[in-house]
């Protein structure tokens, strides 16, 4: 959705000299993480509960290994938001971490379905089969 926001922008705004810059960080070491933690605690409790218990499970363990994986800081993420504002035109998107490179290209390369494909495969999302409990 900010994807799609900023690229309208970007449109929208260029006849009025204005630059629109998506900065796509991937996962860098920061507070975020347990201030989005504390905020979420009661919908990830509730999660346990409900149908969507399998993904809610599947996304903390692919979290779990991002988060573990990540070698980058904030000041990785400043370096790419200062050269952002510092290139002339800018470009529209700004890629910080690996992760977020390595998207970005299979974004590019695969089709909708193949890269739907690999997340699911990720986090763990199998499809309900005919006859399953809902």
């Known amino acids: 959705a900010l994807e799609a926001a900023s690229d309208s922008m970007r449109l929208?705004?260029?006849?009025?000299?204005?630059?629109?810059?998506?900065?796509?960080?991937?996962?860098?070491?920061?507070?975020?993480s347990q201030n989005a933690a504390e905020l979420s605690s009661a919908y990830v409790n509730a999660a346990g509960a409900s149908a969507y218990r399998k993904i809610y499970e599947g996304f903390q363990k692919s979290w779990e290994k991002t988060v573990q994986a990540s070698k980058y800081q904030p000041e990785d993420c400043a370096r790419v938001i200062l050269r952002a504002i510092e290139d002339?035109?800018?470009?529209?998107?700004?890629?910080?971490?690996?992760?977020?490179k390595i998207a970005a290209r299979l974004r590019r390369w695969l089709s909708d379905r193949a890269f739907d494909r690999i997340t699911r495969k990720r986090i763990g999302i199998e499809e309900l089969r005919e006859g399953s409990a809902r």
């Open 88 to 100: 002339r035109p800018p470009k529209a998107r700004y890629l910080v971490t690996r992760d977020a």
């Open 12 to 32: 929208e705004t260029y006849s009025f000299g204005i630059h629109v810059v998506l900065i796509e960080p991937g996962y860098i070491h920061s507070s975020m």
